[in-house]
């Protein structure tokens, strides 16, 4: 079906920030996967790990217990919110979980969510996404759902919640809105909100968790934590996975037969995203991170562009992001993409080298 509008080319093998299209000519990646290959194409260890678990047991359903899924769910519990975990095949999966559990916590309960937020395009995390051009093909949607606006002092935030409200639901900093970091004000301010009307904080971190701010999870440089976190892209290092991960006060409000997927948190998959924590849960690997995402920031400010975000989760401002990133890719061989028409958008693997920086930089350059 024509539902991607894509470039002409055809990838065929990755290693690290590298790709080669079936011609052999050789890109380099700024964009893996859309936040996804978080240690870059085909790392030793993921691979590794895919390789050997699919060789002992590839697929048992949910009805069982096997040791990558049940690992995987804990690793997640205690690096974050210390609750349990639904594990899911994508974003708008663990997306629909959380709005399903806020839902059953407070049955009729409405949402609250920030202008320019992205959640995911199944019709429930479509409905938490206030962008016409993506929902009024699909109306009537989810009712319940009410924006406020992502920037300025946070009152008509406040004024939204109510003791009708089953949960807040923010991006700590918007990924397919453009790149715009919530301010922490902000973030306070809806934790305040949930404190007083007993609504739940959903912080959405399927692009920016996993590590590509710099910390492990965006929220934590706030120092708000949600009540409910959404993970997914980077978990699995390329394969489809994802989690909805709770605070311990919400572990069992989901009963049995609430919930359920049937390939959700496969032994393979679980391998993979264990294989990704291994390197990534780790402070001298994020402090890393923080100094690739400055060197990347400074020298596109270096070239007089105006950069936002965090880590190495940055865009910078254009006058035809589409355009650009479409030259980028065709005259220079640098994968990124826009966010709109006057952003473009970076999301190297983590594991990128400076070299690699400097010559992204130097072909961004070339272009602008």
Known sequence: MGTYA?????FVRGEGT?????????????????????LGH??????EAVREQAGRLMHVGNL????????????LSDASLGGKVFLCNSGAEAVECAIKL?????????????EGGFHGRTMGALSATPQETKQAPFAPLVPGFTAVPREGPPLPLVDAVSERTAAIIIEPIQGEGG????????????RDACEETGALLIFDEVQCGMGRTGTLWAWEEAGVAPDLMTVAKGLGGGLPIGACVTSPEL???????????TFAGGPVVAAAANAVLDTIDDDAFLDAVIAKGARLGRGLQDLGLEVRGRGLMLAFACEDGPALARRLLLDQRLVVNATGPDTVRLLPPLT???DEIDEALGRIAAKT
């Open 6 to 10: 894509r470039n002409p080319v055809e």
């Open 18 to 38: 590298r790709l080669w299209d079936d011609e052999g000519n050789e890109y380099l990646d700024f964009l893996a996967g859309i936040s996804v290959v978080q």
């Open 42 to 47: 085909c790392h030793p260890a993921v691979v």
């Open 179 to 190: 790149i715009h970091p919530i301010h922490p004000q902000m973030l306070a301010a809806a």
């Open 352 to 354: 990128v080298s400076a």
């Open 251 to 261: 572990a069992d409000v989901l009963q049995p037969g609430d919930h359920g997927s």
């Open 64 to 75: 069982f217990y096997t040791e990558p899924g049940m690992r995987l769910a804990k690793r």
């Open 102 to 114: 806020a839902r059953r916590h407070h049955p009729g309960g409405d949402f609250v969510v920030l």
